[in-house]
T-cell receptor, first 113, second 112 residues
């Protein structure tokens, strides 16, 4: 019963490098999303998807890219990492496409030097 | 713009010492107010959803209540394992998850 699985848990990048944060869920949830959590700020939505083939921008989408080719997977791509992207990233999913409780992964801590 | 303010930022309690955490909110029509628990190094874990003023929900030592302007998370006779950061979030009627606003949380420490 894995729930929402994120990899890697920790990553250090140099400015300008690219990478992909992986997210997979085994609950057959239609809704998936990515948040970032920074000290002194609430969770902020980066991108979200209401089903395979459908993605949309959240509050802070710049510098990030997503795709949703399957129900299970929702990777987050950093195109050219910047120090401002140093953060903890959480993937979340839900059975309800319209709103409600979210199931979060354990997080990926990213440091950009 | 929807806003969520949680207080206090941090709370230290002795084991067994009951207290309440506050979540004040402004939203243009409330669809739902959510409480999550977050342990260090982990993702938030869902606790409760409240939909309308006067509603209450309970889980073990936790009870969440809702008014038109704020929600309280009451912790009765807390234990050290209740130590965590508690997050509050609101979702307006006008939008889906993209409209959910999270607070910055209250960090609770329960001392044996």
């Amino acid at each position: 019963n894995a729930g929402v699985t994120q990899t890697p848990k920790f990553q250090v990048l140099k400015t300008g490098q690219s990478m992909t944060l992986q997210c997979a869920q085994d609950m057959n949830h239609e809704y998936m999303s990515w948040y970032r959590q920074d000290p002194g700020m609430g969770l902020r939505l980066i991108h979200y998807s209401v089903g395979a083939g459908i993605t949309d921008q959240g509050e802070v989408p710049n510098g990030y890219n997503v795709s949703r080719s399957t129900t299970e997977d929702f990777p987050l791509r950093l195109l050219s990492a910047a120090p401002s992207q140093t953060s903890v990233y959480f993937c979340a999913s839900s059975w309800d496409r319209a709103g409600g409780e979210l199931f979060f992964g354990e997080g990926s801590r990213l440091t950009v030097l | 713009e929807d806003q969520v303010t949680q207080s206090p930022e941090a709370l230290r309690l002795q084991e067994g010492e009951s207290s309440s955490l506050n979540c004040s909110y402004t939203v243009s029509g409330l669809r739902g107010l959510f409480w999550y628990r977050q342990d260090p190094g982990k993702g938030p874990e869902f606790l409760f959803t409240l939909y309308s003023a006067g509603e209450e929900k309970e889980k073990e030592r936790l009870k969440a209540t809702l008014t038109k302007k704020e929600s309280f998370l009451h912790i009765t006779a807390p234990k050290p394992e209740d130590s965590a950061t508690y997050l509050c979030a609101v979702q307006p009627n006008s939008g889906g998850y993209q409209k959910v606003t999270f607070g910055t949380g209250t960090k609770l420490q329960v001392i044996p």
